[in-house]
């Protein structure tokens, strides 16, 4: 496919992203590699469509294979997480998000959503963010002393604001969620409950995490992360919402969705069905779980304690280095993390008291127990030698060659 790219400084720097991806190692936990196939399918003809509508209902000619190819897409999702109505159409998670709220609530109207500095996400009600200007979100936090959800305080947080809507899910949360809580809070106070399930999609999909779908009223999630498959979104609900969502989707927010990345998602979706695939997500939260213990053993303080699913936060106040540093540093031994807040940080969000680490991509290039207790070990001394730039790029020729014996499959 990239021979057909004849324009020189586009090719040579995807050439040189691929090499990227290949000689480090990605540890941030919103990202992953997706298989040969849902690649392939986003590189076809079917970009070149337009499909305004729905199946059946388009506002372009042509669509009748369109709608064969969104109504497969559809039936996976649905298969896949037990859902009632799936709509594939979302561009990414925050136009998900957005376009949910949309179809359920008025602007101005009350939401309750995890702070950001909690581990929350910047649509869950940031000011910052369309969320926090349309609606007026009122936000829970996890327990200061535990780093976790606590059920009472979300109670209390909701008893006090009487959302119309209650959103739990999460961008840095490493704990299981509690979905039958929220949802009994929420009918305690007659609000209606979101799930955010874009970190976790592919832990919920291959069994290993509990589905909020048929508990709560509507679920987001990307299709990028741990579900691994292409850049975009999805939502389910109840067959009682679904109308709302999709009017919410199109015409209430998008135009024309993305034919090839429809097409992606399905393929994801069919990968995702299969019985490997539920082993995967064991082996990415058995990773995660490592990684958390062997660094613990290292003296370095896990947000919560340690990670139910596929994320770790690493509070680094005790080593008295600041999450850029650690993340500029990492990135010289070719180790690729997020820096991250911790729950009540002192510090400014650009410049925040921790990292995240994920382990959804190392787990897909077929990371076990020795891999992931060298990557502790590489963490550990980059980060102690963080201000060493010989012994950085030395950490950073084994990575590759660890990489390279263990490339992505779809490099
Ligand atoms: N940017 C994603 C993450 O890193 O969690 C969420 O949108």
């Not at 064969?68 to 998900?96: C, M, T, W, Y």
């Not at 998008?254 to 082993?279: C, M, N, R, S, Y």
């Not at 613990?296 to 690493?314: C, E, M, P, R």
């Amino acid at each position: 496919m990239l021979e057909q790219i004849k324009d020189q400084p586009i090719l040579e720097l995807i050439n040189q992203e691929s090499r990227r991806q290949i000689d480090e190692l990605e540890l941030i936990a919103s990202e992953n590699y997706a298989s040969p196939a849902v690649l392939a399918a986003l590189a076809t003809p079917l970009a070149n469509k337009y499909s305004e509508g729905y199946s059946g209902k388009r506002y372009y000619g042509g669509n009748h294979i369109i709608d064969d190819i969104e109504n497969l897409a559809i039936e996976r999702a649905k298969q896949l997480f037990n859902a009632e109505h799936v709509n594939v159409q979302p561009l990414s998670g925050s136009p998900a998000n957005l376009a949910a709220y949309l179809a359920i609530l008025e602007p101005g109207d009350t939401v309750l959503g995890l702070r950001l500095d909690h581990g929350g996400h910047l649509s869950h009600g940031h000011p910052i963010n369309i969320s926090g200007r349309l609606f007026k979100f009122v936000q829970y936090e996890v327990d200061a002393t535990t780093g976790r959800l606590n059920m009472d305080q979300v109670r209390q947080v909701a008893h006090q604001a009487k959302p119309k809507l209650i959103v739990a899910g999460f961008s840095a949360y490493s704990r299981e969620i509690d979905w039958a809580g929220f949802k009994s809070i929420a009918d305690e106070v007659g609000a209606l409950t979101m799930a955010d399930i874009s970190h976790t999609a592919g832990l919920i999909a291959g069994r290993q995490l509990s589905n909020p779908t048929n508990i709560v009223d509507i679920v987001t999630t990307t299709t990028h992360k741990t579900l691994r498959g292409p850049r975009g979104a999805i939502i389910m609900s109840t067959t009682k919402l679904a109308k709302a969502i999709d009017r919410a989707v199109f015409p209430g927010l998008q135009g024309g969705p993305h034919d090839h990345v429809t097409a992606a998602k399905a393929i994801a979706f069919g990968e995702a069905l299969q019985p490997a695939f539920q082993d995967y997500a064991r082996q990415v939260i058995a990773n995660a779980q490592l990684l958390a213990e062997q660094l613990q053993a290292k003296n370095y303080d896990i947000v919560s304690g340690g990670t139910d699913n596929h994320l770790l936060v690493i509070d680094l106040t005790k080593q008295g280095l600041a999450g850029r540093q650690a993340e500029e540093a990492l990135q010289k031994a070719g180790l690729s993390v997020s820096r991250s807040t911790v729950p009540g940080d002192q510090r400014p969000p650009l410049n925040p008291s921790g990292i995240r680490l994920g382990t959804a991509a190392i787990t897909t290039r077929g990371f076990g127990s020795a891999e992931i207790k060298q990557t502790a070990n590489w963490l550990h001394q980059a980060l102690v030698n963080h201000a060493d730039d010989n012994y950085l790029a030395d950490i950073k020729q084994q990575v590759t060659q660890l990489g390279r014996r263990l490339p992505p499959p779809s490099l």
